[in-house]
């Protein structure tokens, strides 16, 4: 942008904050609102590739996440009773100069990047969505949600699955489904010399263990269901510890310390496919708005961040935004494609029970083709 440039980001998650940091490097004026007053996360661990790492260093927080969180090489396959089977790698450049693997809780994360924003000479807005978005010559009318009418040259939805941006471009857009599977997630403390991620693979889930911090990580089970229901907070703990019935090792010794207490978060998967272009005049669909993924891959953070990178590679020295979203469009859609496709398939191969080494199979390919510059 070779002038001072007028941008709303609806949405504070990680894409959101992520355009906000990128855009004020560029000099742009940024209004960045979210729809919760408190600016809230859910405290659950998310898992971090290589090239999310890599995202995240050229955002300028990798250090703190690495001070702060796990970061590490390699998966560590163990079958149902906790015994290694095999190893897939996480690659990542060397020169990227970031790990290849890692883990975080998401408040952490937040609190990194939420302090950046408020740094950043962003202006902060809570409790607020937009309403109307009328396109204009190279601008965006919008009308926010407390009735306040403002011009922007540029407006980012980056307000997730249930996008009230991409409501207002793509009406007749598909909408989320559910993909017929939970993920439960609980932390639990992180035995010595657990030092990498492990999956454990061959028995009725698939289960996964990921270090948050040096005496922290967290554990997830994806559950196939045919139906999306609810589970009521009295039967977290009892149904979980059933999941885990006839899994050893470390999985066992989560089992045995389950209780009320335990912080457990059960999510159906979601997801949706958008066909490009994800902008329509000057307002573009980024992150979870656009492209959710499933988590299978470990990817939507670092998707999210990297939509926020390229599209300021794309605005620096342009005045024409929408110019600058077409291009933005041609280097992301096969990428982002390539997670949400391959996602979905080895959700597919979760669900029919496919021998772990199917399961592996993809997930080495994808993260080789992830390691790739964006
Ligand atoms: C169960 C599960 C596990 C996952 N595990 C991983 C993982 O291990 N690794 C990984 O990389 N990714 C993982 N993901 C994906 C990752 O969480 C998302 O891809 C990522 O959070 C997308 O960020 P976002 O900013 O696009 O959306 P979000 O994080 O959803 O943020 C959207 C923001 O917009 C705000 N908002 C919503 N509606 C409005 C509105 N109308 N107006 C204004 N603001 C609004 C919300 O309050 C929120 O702050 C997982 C996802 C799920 C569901």
Not at 84 to 99: H, K, L, Q, R, S
Not at 159 to 180: I, N
Not at 211 to 222: E, G, I, K, N, R
Request: charged residues 20%; proline residues 6%; neutral net charge.
């Amino acid at each position: 942008m070779t002038k001072e440039r007028q941008v709303l980001v609806v949405g504070g998650g990680i894409a959101g904050m992520a355009t906000t940091l990128m855009l004020r490097r560029l000099g742009a004026q940024v209004l960045l609102i979210d729809l919760d007053p408190g600016w809230r996360v859910y405290g659950a661990g998310i898992t971090i590739t290589g090239p999310t790492l890599r995202a995240m260093k050229q955002l300028g927080i990798y250090d703190e996440v690495a001070a702060q969180a796990y970061v590490g090489q390699g998966i560590r396959i163990c079958d149902v009773q906790g015994q290694p089977i095999d190893e897939v790698a996480t690659p990542i450049a060397p020169d990227a100069g970031v790990a290849g693997c890692g883990g975080i809780m998401r408040p952490l994360l937040h609190r990194i990047m939420s302090a950046h924003v408020r740094e950043c000479g962003a202006q902060v807005r809570l409790g607020l969505t937009v309403d109307v978005l009328t396109d204009q010559d190279n601008g965006v009318q919008v009308q926010l949600s407390d009735g306040s009418e403002h011009r922007f040259d540029l407006v980012v939805g980056a307000d997730g699955l249930f996008s009230r941006v991409r409501q207002l471009l793509f009406p007749q857009a598909e909408k989320p489904r559910y993909m017929g599977q939970y993920v439960w997630r609980t932390v639990a403390p992180r035995p010595r010399g657990l030092d990498q991620r492990h999956f454990f693979l061959g028995g009725p889930h698939k289960v996964g263990l990921t270090p948050v911090s040096p005496d922290a990580m967290y554990m997830f089970l994806l559950e196939t269901s045919a139906q999306r229901g609810h589970v009521p907070d009295a039967d977290l703990a009892p149904q979980l510890s059933r999941l885990l019935a006839s899994y050893g090792g470390p999985l066992r010794e989560i089992r045995e310390s389950l209780s009320e207490n335990s912080p457990i978060i059960v999510r159906p998967l979601e997801a949706f496919r958008l066909p490009r272009p994800w902008s329509r005049g000057n307002t573009l669909l980024i992150g979870d708005a656009a492209h959710p993924t499933t988590p299978q891959l470990a990817s939507g953070a670092g998707l999210a961040i990297e939509d926020a990178l390229v599209l300021a590679e794309e605005l620096r020295g342009t005045d024409h935004v929408a110019t600058a979203l077409q291009r933005f469009m041609q280097r992301r859609y096969e990428r982002c494609q390539l997670v949400v496709e391959n996602s979905f398939e080895i959700g597919n191969r979760e669900r029919a029970g496919a021998p772990a080494g199917e399961q592996t199979e993809i997930l080495a390919r994808s993260l080789a083709a992830l390691a790739e510059d964006i």
